[in-house]
């Protein structure tokens, strides 16, 4: 046990270290222009100015007093940044150097210690077929560490399957104040994405809901693995969500040129979703680096506005 928490502590130093480094002026500007000013809270009731804009009329007040007033409101202050990560039995999964578990934790580190030098509040949410983790949100740097550290525990006891339609229902009940919400997940076998059309329109339908409270995008995290397999004969496969196995002949090129058809119609039936819903993504995998990935996003979303 006493092993298993030093490992931990070294790759959370790790991580630390390695998205200190990629953290600069540039990075910490972009994520302020981008998400800074998109939210606005209630300040006070004025008298009306010329040159106040008239659709800003509290008009109770007007009627009650006789005299025009308007409803003024200011930038908010700080922002709420919420990770909801998946931690499914699929995202303990990694064929090259890190596993997908270990590649969100480093996003997450990263984008947690660029809100936290804008003085924003982050927290988390973690989940598989069941919410298995909340963390509310709040301000500090030791905050990132725990995000980050909770995240890499959840490695080791990763199972199960993934419902992110309840990690949405979970979401709705507990963060009730707008706020920018990172959903990062593999997003497969989730059972909203499944063959019934009734699940798939829950699960869209919770998603645009949560889209409208909140700014969210969407992190998909795959592996070089999952689209292609390697020719390396005879292989028992085991689903990790499921725990079924399965002998595969990968020397077969039939079978090889089978997997990557489904996995890249599985690649393109998720483009075409997250095109549907509207919802901004962040593209990531395992063999990547991810922090150029970052500032794509960032610079896409300050251009939108």
């Known amino acids: 046990m006493a092993t298993d928490v030093k490992e931990l502590m070294a790759k959370v130093g790790k991580i630390r270290i390695l998205t200190n480094r990629l953290i600069d002026d540039q990075l910490a500007g972009d994520y302020h222009s981008t998400f800074k000013g998109q939210g606005v809270e209630f300040d006070e009731v004025r008298p009306y100015l010329a040159g106040d804009d008239v659709r800003t009329i509290d008009w109770n007040v007007t009627a009650k007093t006789g005299v025009p007033y308007i409803k003024h409101f200011s930038e908010e202050r700080e922002l709420t940044i919420l990770f909801m990560v998946d931690v499914s039995g699929s995202q303990g999964y990694g064929s090259v150097r890190r596993s997908k578990m270990e590649l969100a934790a480093e996003v997450t580190a990263l984008l947690a210690l660029t809100a936290i030098r804008n003085q924003d509040k982050i927290g988390l949410v973690l989940f598989s077929d069941h919410i298995v983790k909340y963390i509310p949100p709040r301000k500090g740097r030791d ?163």
């Open 143 to 305: 905050s990132v560490m725990r995000l980050v550290r909770e995240v890499l525990a959840a490695e080791d006891g990763a199972a199960g399957g993934t419902d992110i339609a309840a990690a949405l229902r979970f979401l709705s009940g507990v963060q009730k104040r707008r706020a920018v919400v990172f959903l990062v997940s593999d997003f497969l076998r989730s059972e909203e994405r499944g063959t019934g059309n009734g699940e798939r329109a829950e699960y869209e339908s919770l998603l645009r809901a949560a889209a409208r409270r909140h700014d969210v995008i969407c992190v998909p995290v795959s592996d070089p693995a999952e689209s292609e397999l390697p020719d390396v004969g005879l292989v028992e496969i085991e689903d990790p969500e499921t725990g079924e196995l399965e002998l595969v002949d990968t020397s077969s090129s039939s079978v090889r040129r089978q997997f990557a058809a489904r996995a890249a119609e599985e690649s393109e039936e998720l483009r075409r979703f997250f095109a549907k819903t509207g919802i901004d993504t962040l593209p990531i995998a395992t063999d990547k680096p991810y922090a150029n990935e970052v500032r794509k996003l960032f610079k896409r979303r300050a251009r939108k506005r």
